[in-house]
């Protein structure tokens, strides 16, 4: 999501174009001002996200821009949340993150009758945690 929004800040950045000659700036536009005020690492990897963009086909843009829409109709509490738990997995090691990412395959090639179970059995069983304590620290 992150790399999303950073291409389309881009792309709002570049059609708002950047004044030539110092002399006779017009006002700037807070896209503008905000982009100046990017760290020169930060616009570095804004404009090779942007130059990804131009290379994807149409579809594959059809479908981040579809995403990205989805996204930015969540409530913000949940934007949030999501964004924590991008960032955490981000953070995690490599291996880690391999691991997950396979449980997660194997995960969508389940049928969405035994998806359903597994997430029936997930929430059992929190319940029962819940109410005996879990077992965590109490003695």
């Known amino acids: 999501m992150k790399s999303v929004n950073y291409i389309l800040m881009i792309a709002f950045l570049i059609a708002a174009g950047v004044p030539v000659s110092a002399g006779d700036e017009p006002p700037q536009t807070p896209k503008q001002a905000a982009w100046e005020k990017l760290p020169e690492a930060e616009k570095t990897r804004v404009l090779a996200n ?3 963009w131009k290379g994807l086909n149409e ?3 059809a479908e981040i821009k579809e995403k990205f ?22 953070t995690m090691p490599e291996g880690e993150r391999r691991k997950l990412l396979n449980k997660f395959k194997k995960w969508k ?3 969405k009758t035994r ?4 997430r029936r059995e997930y929430r059992q ?3 029962s945690e819940r109410r005996s304590g879990g077992g965590r620290g109490r003695r």
């Open 59 to 61: 579809e594959k843009k």
């Open 115 to 118: 998806r359903d179970e597994l």
């Open 125 to 127: 069983q929190k319940n």
């Open 69 to 90: 829409a989805k996204f930015s109709s969540l409530p913000k509490e949940r934007q949030t949340e999501l964004r924590s738990r991008w960032a955490r997995f981000q």
């Open 50 to 52: 942007y130059e990804k």
């Open 109 to 111: 090639q389940l049928s």
